[in-house]
């Protein structure tokens, strides 16, 4: 049985007003939040148009002194590179390191398949449905 529906509670009528008032709604907030402006930066405002001078001060903190002393960085070594002939430009690349190899493992025997020694029958049942 199909639920009837009440024609006071429909709000299809409703749909564009509703989409519309939320339009608003988030449009005066991103407005808001574009032009929004602390005391602090109304008040710098005021003074560069009224042609007073504004100083900005800032603090600068002053650089601790360690009670360590500082140890010092290790040397840095650059990895080998190759050596340039200087007679014809070419290079020379640093001799190669013969690649030993490991020994190759001895082949383990493979066993066979188990068989077991005893055969099972089965009866012969057919299906009942």
Not at 74 to 94: E, G, K, M
Not at 117 to 128: K, L, S, W, Y
Request: glycine share 4%; no cysteine.
């Amino acid at each position: 049985m199909e639920t009837k529906k009440i024609k006071e509670k429909n709000l299809d009528s409703l749909r564009m007003p509703l989409a519309l008032t939320g339009l608003l709604f988030t449009g005066g907030l991103i407005l808001a939040s574009f032009s929004y402006v602390t005391p602090i930066e109304e008040e710098l405002m005021s003074q560069r148009n009224s042609g007073e001078q504004v100083i900005n001060i800032t603090q600068e903190d002053e650089p601790d002194t360690p009670d360590e002393p500082i140890a010092e960085e290790d040397t840095y070594v650059a990895p080998p590179q190759a050596i340039i002939d200087s007679v014809d430009n070419t290079i020379t690349p640093p001799a190669p390191e013969p690649v030993v190899l490991p020994p190759r493992p001895t082949p383990r025997p493979t066993p066979g398949p188990t068989v077991s020694a005893e055969i099972i029958t089965f009866p012969d049942v057919e299906a009942v449905f």
